[in-house]
């Protein structure tokens, strides 16, 4: 069964003060690691797709690293409007339909 | 463009009636997929359509759900004799291709349902 663990829970970080998130996964052959962006009360936001381990993809303050066990989502000086929870899934070979699997999530207070 | 649009985006019930949502894809996009959220938890997966046949339901809860998209665009999920378990919110996502690598899915704003 493919789980997706992401840590930490909540992050607080003040204006400028850089950090990562992270992403462990579990999966019977990964096709795609998805990060998203969840804003409350909104749908989720795609942000990334990685395919293969040592793969970087980068948006603004965002990038998004991969290995064969876990994801990391780094934020550069992030900004207040960076505040949100950032989901991580996957989505492996055998399923069909390419479904996504989820994390929890990790809720990102970026304070002014 | 036009993304992923959902209706209602509210729904309160009553427990054992029935209730329908709605989704409207992105044109274009042959795959779409239905997904509930939880209060603090990620989206789980329900029910995966690849143009008018539903391709892999297995999220699916129990017998009480069912969806339909009969002319492979919006689609409807169903759900009979409500309970206050079905509270969540409901998300549908769509993508222009699947089984394929290039394939991200785009949700739409959700329907929160209550069951009251």
């Known amino acids: 069964e493919d789980q997706v663990t992401q840590s930490p829970e909540a992050l607080r970080l003040q204006e400028g003060e850089s950090s990562s998130l992270n992403c462990s996964y579990t999966?019977?052959?990964?096709?795609?690691l998805f990060w998203y962006r969840q804003d409350p009360g909104k749908g989720p936001e795609f942000l990334f797709t990685l395919y293969s381990a040592g793969e970087e993809k980068e948006k603004e303050r965002l990038k998004a690293t991969l290995t064969k066990k876990e994801s990391f989502l780094h934020i550069t000086a992030p900004k207040p409007e960076d505040s949100a929870t950032y989901l991580c899934a996957v989505q492996a070979w055998e399923t069909s339909g390419s479904r996504l699997t989820f994390g929890e999530g990790t809720q990102l207070t970026v304070n002014p | 463009g036009a993304g992923v649009s959902q209706t209602p985006s509210n729904k309160v019930t009553e427990k054992g009636k029935y209730v329908e949502l709605r989704c409207d894809p992105i044109?274009?996009?042959?795959?779409l997929y239905w997904y509930r959220q939880s209060l603090g938890q990620g989206p789980e997966f329900l029910i995966y359509f690849q143009g008018t046949g539903a391709a892999d339901d297995s999220g699916l809860p129990n017998d009480r759900f069912f969806a339909v998209r009969p002319e492979g665009s919006v689609s409807t999920l169903k759900i009979q004799r409500t309970e206050r378990g079905d509270s969540a919110v409901y998300l549908c996502?769509?993508?222009?291709?699947?089984?394929?690598?290039?394939?991200?899915?785009?949700f739409g704003p959700g329907t929160r349902l209550t069951v009251l």
């Open positions: 996502a769509s993508s222009l291709f699947a089984g394929t690598s290039y394939n991200e899915q785009f």
């Open positions: 044109s274009g996009h042959t795959a």
């Open positions: 999966v019977s052959g990964l096709r795609g």
